[in-house]
């Protein structure tokens, strides 16, 4: 079935690096990749999508890319900062319509 | 985006016992969703709240313990039937907008005793 693998699991970086998360999926009628931001005890939050006409979006200080040959995207976060610290999850749907399958969540630290 | 409420916020339940959750938008939406979020854990979508007919529910999900209800464009309930501590989770609404965004409303915490 409809799979979306999320890698890493955990992310720990130093204020200012950039963090890199990354996703696979399996159904390649897939046509969207949206980014979700958990804090604790807070609603998932969109942050950021991509459709499959593009290969890169940015807004700000994150960006993503989306390989539909290799069946993979990614979210990249520059100069983080304290407040990035949250759960991110990815996701893929339109193979179906709305149904959204949500990878497993990096959760990510920001050290000061 | 939408304006979206969930009620209660938080509640602990005995088992055996059912909790009837409701969601509500400040906007008419053609999609709303009812996902299970776990201690932890990724979101996995219960159902489809269709208005005007039944929901359509995901593998491993069914109607007589998961009951969803949608009689307008801005309103659904989704109950929890015959708890069981495994049924404690966090149970979110979302609604869907645009081409394919998800919006979601801030969750309900259940705690089965």
């Known amino acids: 079935g409809e799979n979306v693998e999320q890698h890493p699991s955990t992310l720990s970086v130093q204020e200012g690096d950039s963090a890199v998360i990354k996703c696979t999926y399996s159904d390649s009628a897939s046509n969207y990749f949206p980014w979700y931001k958990q804090e604790l005890g807070k609603r998932p939050q969109l942050i950021i999508d991509i459709r499959s006409n593009v290969g890169e979006k940015k807004d700000q200080r994150i960006a993503v890319t989306l390989n539909k040959t290799a069946k993979h995207f990614s979210l990249h976060i520059t100069e983080t900062q304290p407040e990035d610290s949250a759960v991110y999850f990815c996701a893929a749907s339109g193979a179906g319509g709305f149904k959204t399958i949500f990878g497993a969540g990096t959760r990510l630290f920001v050290k000061a | 985006s939408a304006v979206i409420s969930q009620k209660p916020s938080r509640d602990i339940c005995q088992r055996g016992t059912s909790l009837t959750i409701q969601c509500q938008v400040d906007s008419q939406v053609t999609m709303m969703f009812w996902y299970r979020q776990q201690p932890g854990q990724s979101l996995t979508l219960i159902a489809t709240a269709n208005q005007g007919s039944e929901a359509t529910y995901e593998s491993g999900f069914v109607i007589d313990k998961f009951p969803i209800s949608r009689p307008n464009l801005t309103f659904s309930t989704l109950t929890v039937s015959n708890m069981s501590p495994e049924d404690s989770s966090i149970y979110l609404c979302?609604?869907?907008?645009?081409?394919?965004?998800?919006?979601f409303g801030p969750g309900t915490r259940l705690t089965v005793t």
């Open positions: 979302s609604v869907g907008l645009g081409s394919y965004e998800q919006y």
